[in-house]
């Protein structure tokens, strides 16, 4: 039976048609995934469904039923519950309380704390959750967070909930956990709408996909009869090629190293990590998230000072360099958090694309002033060629989709021909095509005879790319792979498993 039905809806910003007639019907008590392109339309299609935004024509249907969604209040009554991309938990809450928030049962005016607790207790037993309800949802990781939002959303009574990009914050493990999770949900009899960009969850979860692209439905099919190829081909319009041919092009020269590198708290600390990128290499690191990485990026790019070993670029100690002028020496850094370190949402795409570059050379003129015309240019000239889905140049980057926000990052870190690229989770986010182009561009910067340092949970994506990887394991590299070693070997060293070097 189909449970909810949308016909003829159309969302406009202006100019932007963002929802252009969609169609959709959902199935009671399937996984329907929604796929598409960043800036496709998916976020505005769940937002009008979930009453966040109001469609300017079309209609919508619950059990054959018209109804009329104005707010997300309406659509809570109406069995309708969203998790959203960013998780919107009370940090200092308990887990509990941030569950029956704003639902709290009572008695008189007061919350009846221990009903309140009893009937989480009961939803947990009954969905088959395992949390720690008295813990304060600010100290757990993401991936339980999420759980919560979805127990949440539970707690109001929804039948359908709709995920928007629910994995795209997660561990691998933790993907595989949701997507249990989810499966469970169903059993139970939930529908759930679930966005992603990557088709291999798609595979693993869904029942049938629709396809948005530019605004408009492409198609809805069962994900028993697509294939990847096809999939990616009707969200990008055009073939997708998923492999890579691997060139071997490293030279002698070592083109950035560290040398038994040791840090301090806060977070994880480094312990004797030493590694070299060469000139014409992709070097990658794979490993669980939370093992490292990031503070190894931090050290890479200055933020982070070691305690104890050394930092060299070119074959000078850049140690006590901080980020600018490592910025000029010619690195470049595509940060993992792009939300926070990456971009000014309220400047314009122009700004963002220039961001600590606007007043170099090409586009001062004279002392004091900055040449417009050269700024509008270029920023044109990259919006067309990372793809950015955007009214203009002078648009706030708020109004982009979340996607195109990368991708704006990503064009202006590469932009200023770097001869060492630090690229941090550089896909996560991006849809198809926008990933496809960035692996060819990280590729490039290797054929050009620079080098890449790529920091990837995504293994996959890391053994797709690296000439070589090394695996770190709670602040230390665990060891080194080919690219080719089977998936095996990676897990045994991702979990910690040393090999230990004859
Ligand atoms: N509040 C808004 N004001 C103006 N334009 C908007 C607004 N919200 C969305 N848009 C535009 O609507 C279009 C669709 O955006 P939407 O967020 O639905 O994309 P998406 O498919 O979720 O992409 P992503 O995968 O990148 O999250 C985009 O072009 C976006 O810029
Ligand atoms: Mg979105």
Redesign the pocket.
């Known amino acids: 039976m189909v449970v909810l039905s949308v016909r003829g809806l159309t969302k406009r ?2 100019e ?1 048609v ?2 252009d007639h969609i169609d959709l019907d959902v199935e009671e008590g399937e996984i329907h995934g929604l796929l ?10 769940s ?1 009008c469904i979930y009453g966040l935004y109001r469609p300017d024509e079309g209609r919508i249907f619950l059990r054959g039923r018209e109804v009329h969604i104005a707010s997300p209040f309406d659509a809570i009554r109406l069995g309708i519950g969203m998790v959203h ?1 960013h998780l919107t938990l009370v940090p200092h809450l308990r887990v509990w309380e941030n569950i029956v928030l704003g639902r709290e049962p009572r008695r008189g005016l007061r919350v009846d704390r221990v009903r309140a607790f009893a009937e989480v207790e009961r939803l947990l037993e009954e969905t088959g959750f395992r949390l720690d309800l008295a813990r304060n949802a600010g100290e757990l990781p993401i991936g339980v967070q999420q759980r919560v939002e979805i127990l949440k959303v539970l707690f109001r009574g929804a039948e359908i909930l709709i995920l ?2 629910p994995t795209a914050v997660l561990t691998p493990q933790e993907v595989d956990q949701l997507i249990e999770t989810l499966h469970r949900l169903k059993a139970q009899g939930k529908t759930i709408i679930f ?1 992603s ?1 990557k088709l291999r969850e798609i595979f693993a979860l869904c029942d049938r996909v629709t396809v ?1 692209r530019r ?1 408009k439905k492409v198609g809805t099919l069962p994900v028993s009869s697509a294939t990847p190829q096809m999939l990616a081909e009707m969200m990008v319009g055009r073939k997708v090629f998923f492999e890579f041919p691997r060139e071997r092009l490293a030279k002698e020269e070592v083109l950035f190293e560290l040398s038994h590198v040791f840090t301090d708290l806060p977070g994880v600390p480094l312990q004797d990590v030493s590694l070299k990128v060469h000139a014409g290499e992709i070097l990658g690191i794979a490993g669980v998230e939370g093992n490292g990485q990031s503070e190894l990026a931090e050290v890479v790019v200055g933020l982070r000072k070691p305690k104890k070993g050394k930092v060299i670029f070119r074959g000078k100690d850049i140690t006590a360099i901080p980020p600018k002028g490592r910025i000029l020496q010619g690195m470049a850094h595509i940060p993992e958090d792009r939300h926070r370190r990456g971009v000014i949402l309220d400047f314009s795409v122009k700004e963002n694309l220039l961001l600590g570059f606007e007043t170099e050379p090409p586009f001062r003129k004279g002392r004091m002033t900055l040449d417009f015309a050269r700024i509008r240019d270029f920023a044109r000239q990259k919006i067309q060629e990372f793809g950015i ?3 203009g140049e002078d648009t706030p980057l708020r ?6 926000q990368q991708k704006v990052v990503v064009a202006r870190e590469l932009a200023f021909h770097p001869l060492f690229v630090l690229a941090c989770q550089p896909t996560r ?1 991006l ?1 198809v095509a926008a990933t496809e182009y960035l692996r060819h561009i990280l590729l490039g910067v290797k054929r050009e005879g620079k080098g890449v340092l790529l920091i990837s949970a995504d293994l996959d994506e890391v053994r797709a790319l690296s000439d070589r990887v090394l695996v770190m394991y709670e602040g230390r590299i665990a060891g080194e792979l080919s690219p080719e070693s089977d998936e095996y070997q990676f897990g045994l060293l991702m979990g910690g498993k040393v090999l230990h070097e004859a």
């Open positions: 910003f202006g932007v963002a929802n598409g392109e960043n800036g496709a339309g998916k976020s505005v299609l937002s991309q928007d990009e966005i960009h948005l605004g889905v955007t009214p109004f982009l989709s979340g996607g195109n986010g849809d």
